[in-house]
């Protein structure tokens, strides 16, 4: 498969149906982090979710490990604090 030829809308030579789970991911994830940083008024979090896309990699660090969000933590084993 060449990743260069243009075969419809997919130039990147990922399949459509992974690139629309991944933007749900990232979605799902930004959304509830910024909910919760708007939530604990905290600013500088709420701005680094809007500027940055780490494809919920940061969403889910600050949720489960600065936010400590426990409905999350105790659904993963993880001590709520």
Sequence with gaps: MNPIALDGMNITGVAPGGLLVLLFWSLFWKG???W???KRDEKWWFI???LLNTVGILEIVYLFFI???P???SKCGLKAE
Excluded: S
């Design 32 to 34: 509830f982090a910024l």
């Design 36 to 38: 919760h940083a708007a």
């Design 67 to 69: 936010a400590k969000v």
């Design 48 to 50: 680094a979710f809007l």
């Design 71 to 73: 409905a999350f933590r």
